[in-house]
């Protein structure tokens, strides 16, 4: 399975940026997709994940009520859309995808099988 992420870029604090991931199958149907982020010299977070069978989705408090994440199943793609950006929300995001994860497993990074390559958000004032 191959993860290719796009979306990324500057943009100014309150702004917005969706965040878009393709995969190139799924290796389950119960196939879970989702965005890790690591800012400059911090661990890498989680920040949202989903279903891409039914939808369920799970986020992160810090982004709670300000990102979105969205699939087209038939696509194997997941959204990110980014509202209200703030300055720390800068990082290199990461779209992650597993077959095989309960939901309690979502928020760990080390659960996801599948890595795309990174894209940069820098958020600025």
């Known amino acids: 399975v191959q993860l290719q992420a796009s979306g990324g870029g500057p943009v100014q604090a309150g702004e917005s940026l969706r965040l878009s991931c393709a995969a190139s199958?799924?290796?389950?149907?119960?196939?879970?997709m989702g965005w890790f982020r690591q800012a400059p010299g911090k661990e890498r977070e989680f920040v949202a994940a989903?279903?891409?069978?039914?939808?369920?989705?799970d986020y992160a408090d810090s982004v709670k009520g300000r990102f979105t994440i969205s699939r087209d199943s038939a696509k194997n793609t997941v959204y990110l859309q980014m509202n209200s950006l703030k300055l720390e929300d800068t990082a290199v995001y990461y779209c992650?995808?597993?077959?095989?994860?309960?939901?309690?497993?979502?928020?760990?990074?080390?659960?996801?099988?599948?890595w795309g390559q990174g894209t940069l958000v820098t958020v600025s004032s």
């Open positions: 989903i279903s891409l069978s039914d939808g369920t989705r």
């Open positions: 199958q799924r290796s389950t149907r119960r196939f879970i």
């Open positions: 992650v995808g597993d077959g095989t994860l309960i939901r309690s497993s979502w928020s760990k990074s080390a659960a996801y099988d599948y």
